[in-house]
T-cell receptor, first 111, second 110 residues
């Protein structure tokens, strides 16, 4: 099993550009989530999903969209990138209330 | 606002010493988890303690949970240079949401 796979690993955007961060898991986990991590801070929950077709907002959802059309995939969309969205993004998945499995992260810079 | 708050923010110790990190959270939880993050890497799960448990051990790790004080502690015994990392507590509040604290940066000097 590959676990949780995130692409790309690095991305540079200009203000106003849009892009999609990809996340896929092969563990048949119901729950998937996106976090952002800023320097010196912990992880803040952006959006999460408890199953295909179901998504909900986390702590910092503004400026981001998600969808969950399949169990495996949970893409994160930035509609109009802003410098405040410069961060490291982590996708994670789990089954029920157990431990989270994390991807290796995407380092995003918005100029 | 974040669910968990770790204390201290940073900790520097000598190899062989014990390291203790504390976490406080705000609401009721199903379980509390501790994760480790090496610089520039993703988080790795260390240990999970459920709301009806008070103490749990895993190798050199010991976690305690006090639900009346909404606090938890992580003890790493006989620390090694390889334990240098950031450590995060994460509160599972039910309904699948897991909220992280800001973390403790541990530096173990050889």
């Amino acid at each position: 099993n590959a676990g949780v796979t995130q692409t790309p690993k690095f991305q540079v955007l200009k203000t106003g550009q849009s892009m999609t961060l990809q996340c896929a898991q092969d563990m048949n986990h119901e729950y998937m989530s996106w976090y952002r991590q800023d320097p010196g801070m912990g992880l803040r929950l952006i959006h999460y999903s408890v199953g295909a077709g179901i998504t909900d907002q986390g702590e910092v959802p503004n400026g981001y969209n998600v969808s969950r059309s399949t169990t495996e995939d949970f893409p994160l969309r930035l509609l109009s990138a802003a410098p405040s969205q410069t961060s490291v993004y982590f996708c994670a998945s789990k089954q029920s209330n157990e431990k989270l499995f994390f991807g290796s992260g995407t380092q995003l810079s918005v100029l | 606002s974040q669910q968990g708050e770790e204390d201290p923010q940073a900790l520097s110790i000598q190899e062989g010493e014990n390291a203790t990190m504390n976490c406080s959270y705000k609401t009721s939880i199903n379980n509390l988890q501790w994760y480790r993050q090496n610089s520039g890497r993703g988080l790795v799960h260390l240990i999970l303690i459920r709301s009806n448990e008070r103490e749990k051990h895993s190798g050199r790790l010991r976690v305690t949970l006090d639900t009346s004080k909404k606090s938890s502690s992580l003890l790493i015994t006989a620390s090694r240079a390889a334990d240098t990392a950031s450590y995060f507590c994460a509160a599972n509040t039910g309904g699948f949401k897991t909220i992280f604290g800001a973390g403790t940066r541990l530096f173990v000097k050889a």
